[in-house]
């Protein structure tokens, strides 16, 4: 069973910077990638940025790209989505994800960001 915890969302002005963390455990067997999405009020959820889980190949979406950064620490056991020159368009419930090679994807239960004008 994989287990993913996130934390560090908030309320933050636009231009200003925020720091997602994801904790995962479990059984990480068959997982190749973990990953942010997000879902904003009346949207669909979306790809944010993904990252391998061996190697440190890297995915954005365009809307976020040149200022959020995907890393993970394999020792703590997280990964983390550091956002900066933060959009009032970027607000949103963001999920940390694990995606396997089969079955469903895994998800965390969601972290609020919001950001004010």
């Known amino acids: 069973q994989v287990q993913l915890v996130e934390s560090g969302g908030g309320l933050v002005q636009a231009g200003g910077s925020l720091t997602l963390s994801c904790a995962y455990s479990g059984n990480f067997f068959g997982i190749v990638a973990l990953g942010w999405f997000r879902q904003a009020p009346g949207k669909e959820r979306e790809l944010v940025a993904t990252?391998?889980?061996?190697?440190?190949?890297?995915t954005y979406s365009d809307s976020v790209k040149g200022r959020f950064s995907i890393s993970k620490d394999t020792g703590r056991s997280t990964v983390d989505l550091q956002m900066d020159n933060l959009k009032t368009e970027d607000t949103a419930v963001y999920y940390c994800?694990?995606?396997?090679?089969?079955?469903?994807?895994?998800w965390g239960q969601g972290t609020q960001v919001t950001v004010s004008p």
């Open positions: 994800n694990a995606k396997p090679k089969w079955g469903p994807d895994k």
């Open positions: 990252i391998a889980k061996i190697g440190d190949e890297t």
